[in-house]
């Protein structure tokens, strides 16, 4: 029979902005951010113990979502895109999800081993969940946060019009 995992010991927490420019909403875990002029990013940060992330959950819920888009912004592809990657203490990078390539719409999140993204329509919002399974990209083995490691999102444009965009990472204290 398998240890019984305990409420401590399981982690579910949002990506929160810890630089740049915040959302209309005042929430720092709302990712729809104006950083056209200035890079916003937002982590999730593991201070006093290491982190086994199993998933990282994506959400966009936004009018006429399409994969030739990031989201459903109007004005289709980002110009400068985003990043995705796994920063150590100094801020050296440890990990490019993406390989230096920046997301710019909605289809990229395909280039993520073990993505599932099943857009559902509907007539006032579009709900676009991206549910990105690390365990099932490393051949079952979650990816390992060291003590002060650092998960980051970069905004690099507009994305203010964006209705609803949170990210939730999953995993366990070890």
Same mark, same amino acid.
């Given at each position: 029979?398998?240890?019984?995992?305990?409420?401590?010991?399981?982690?579910?927490?949002?990506?929160?902005?810890?630089?740049?420019?915040?959302?209309?909403?005042?929430?720092?875990?709302?990712?729809? &951010?104006?950083?056209?002029?200035?890079?916003?990013? #937002? %982590?999730? *940060?593991?201070?006093?113990?290491? &982190?086994?992330?199993?998933?990282?959950?994506?959400? #966009?819920?936004?009018?006429?979502?399409?994969?030739? *888009?990031?989201?459903?912004?109007?004005?289709?592809?980002?110009?400068?895109?985003?990043? #995705?990657?796994?920063?150590?203490?100094?801020?050296?990078?440890?990990?490019?999800?993406?390989?230096?390539?920046?997301?710019?719409?909605?289809?990229? #999140?395909? %280039?993520?081993?073990?993505?599932?993204?099943?857009?559902?329509?509907?007539?006032?919002?579009?709900?676009?969940?991206? *549910?990105?399974?690390?365990?099932? %990209?490393? =051949?079952?083995?979650?990816?390992?946060?060291?003590?002060?490691?650092?998960?980051?999102?970069?905004?690099?444009?507009?994305?203010?019009?964006?209705?609803?965009?949170?990210?939730?990472?999953?995993? =366990?204290?070890?």
């Amino acid at each position: 029979m398998k240890k019984s995992i305990v409420p401590n010991e399981l982690v579910y927490s949002y990506l929160k902005r810890i630089s740049g420019p915040q959302s209309a909403s005042g929430q720092d875990t709302d990712l729809n &951010t104006d950083s056209d002029a200035e890079d916003t990013v #937002f %982590a999730y *940060r593991n201070p006093s113990h290491v &982190t086994l992330i199993s998933r990282i959950n994506i959400e #966009f819920v936004d009018n006429a979502i399409r994969n030739d *888009r990031f989201a459903g912004m109007a004005g289709g592809v980002l110009a400068s895109g985003c990043l #995705f990657r796994v920063v150590d203490s100094n801020g050296g990078m440890r990990l490019d999800f993406l390989d230096g390539v920046p997301i710019v719409r909605s289809a990229d #999140f395909a %280039a993520l081993a073990g993505v599932d993204a099943i857009l559902s329509a509907e007539a006032s919002s579009d709900l676009l969940p991206v *549910r990105f399974s690390i365990f099932k %990209a490393s =051949m079952d083995r979650p990816l390992r946060l060291e003590r002060n490691f650092r998960l980051e999102w970069i905004n690099r444009d507009n994305l203010s019009s964006i209705d609803i965009f949170r990210i939730m990472v999953q995993g =366990m204290v070890e």
